[in-house]
């Protein structure tokens, strides 16, 4: 038995409280002078270029004009996460310390990260709650924006690592929102809908995920649901 298994962060591993979305905010208007009201927007299951597209665009700017000031645009988002991303304000979502302990220390189980972070800011978040050590690597927001694009990146990262190729169903997606579940399907991967975010539970069932919880809670059923 192996098993690659790509969890989600924000709304699945850990909730930071809003303050990737604060610095967000504050560094689109430093870089763009954007000063919309960005809380309309739902980011979930959303990469950071897209995030930045899609607030962006709404407000006028144009595709390469977005992308000419990206790079600065992350630089001082994640000036601002360090400063926000604290421990009183980051934490593990309910469930998740046991569950990746448990599956740590299962033989073939082999744990990664899939977000839609770029890399440096998905550690920022995941340090405080330090869930950093059950994933040393990843796919990330910073690799692809296409989030269907994610799956065989990690999937090439896991084989440089370990040597084992992990086929279709042997990679297990973990996440809360629909486009956690909608990037497996085209890769045959098994799907794992997890309704703690921001996503309510009869969209994601609506998605058909191959299982489908409240939360993480169940460690024993999810732990089940991983290695079949």
């Not at 954007?34 to 607030?55: C, K, L, N, W």
């Not at 994640?78 to 421990?87: I, S, V």
């Not at 994601?204 to 059923?221: G, K, S």
Request: aromatic share 8%; glycine share 10%.
């Amino acid at each position: 038995m192996q098993r690659l298994v790509l969890f989600d962060i924000d709304g699945t591993l850990a909730t930071d409280g809003g303050a990737s979305r604060q610095s967000f905010a504050a560094a689109l208007h430093e870089v763009y002078g954007y000063s919309g009201e960005i809380g309309r927007y739902d980011f979930s299951g959303r990469t950071d270029p897209q995030i930045a597209h899609m607030v962006l665009a709404d407000a006028g700017f144009d595709a390469p004009s977005i992308e000419e000031r990206l790079p600065r645009l992350w630089v001082r988002y994640l000036a601002g996460l360090a400063l926000r991303a604290t421990g009183d304000r980051v934490r593990a979502l309910s469930g998740i310390p046991a569950l990746v302990a448990r599956l740590a220390e299962i033989p073939g189980v082999t744990l990664a990260l899939l977000t839609g972070n770029i890399e440096p800011g998905a550690r920022l978040k995941l340090a405080p709650p330090d869930l950093n050590r059950y994933f040393p690597f990843g796919a990330f927001g910073s690799d692809s924006p296409r989030r269907e694009e994610l799956p065989p990146i990690a999937i090439a990262r896991a084989f440089e690592r370990s040597g084992c190729r992990f086929l279709s169903r042997e990679v297990v997606i973990i996440g809360d929102s629909i486009y956690d579940v909608r990037c497996g399907l085209p890769h045959g991967a098994t799907t794992i809908a997890v309704a703690s975010g921001k996503t309510p539970i009869d969209r994601l069932r609506a998605e058909h995920p191959d299982y489908l919880f409240e939360n993480a809670i169940e460690t024993e059923r999810l732990i089940d649901a991983v290695v079949g």
